[in-house]
């Protein structure tokens, strides 16, 4: 794991309380496309399980996802995220 994605995992980590946390690196996938830079760690997937996204809608979960990674989201760091959260039971 590179350092943004270790970076991540502490942030949602110390955010969220996750139970399942996995963070893949989708970066190689998407050589020539936007963002990126041919250094990697540009677009990651989130698999996330937590109790803070019981009753929450699908964006709220992503809006606390979001807020937990703060500026990591920022210009010239994460260029794409895909966020699959669910809250402990969920399939």
């Known amino acids: ?3 943004r994605a270790t970076e991540m ?3 949602l980590r110390a955010a969220l ?4 946390l996995a963070i893949h690196d989708d970066s190689e996938q998407h050589r020539g496309h936007a963002g990126h830079d041919g250094a990697g760690e540009s677009h ?10 019981a009753g929450q809608s ?6 606390l996802v979001y807020a937990a ?3 990591l ?7 794409a995220l895909v966020i ?8």
Do not use: C, N, Y
């Not at 309380?17 to 399942?20: D, I, R, V, Y």
């Not at 990651?44 to 996204?53: G, P, Q, W």
């Not at 989201?73 to 260029?79: C, D, I, N």
């Open 73 to 79: 989201l920022a210009p010239g760091g994460v260029h």
């Open 58 to 63: 699908r964006v709220a979960r992503q809006r």
């Open 84 to 91: 699959r959260a669910k809250a402990p039971g969920e399939v």
């Open 69 to 71: 990674l703060g500026d």
């Open 17 to 20: 309380s996750p139970l399942a």
């Open 1 to 3: 794991m590179g350092m």
């Open 44 to 53: 990651f997937t989130v698999d996330i399980t937590a109790a803070a996204f």
């Open 9 to 11: 995992e502490g942030r």
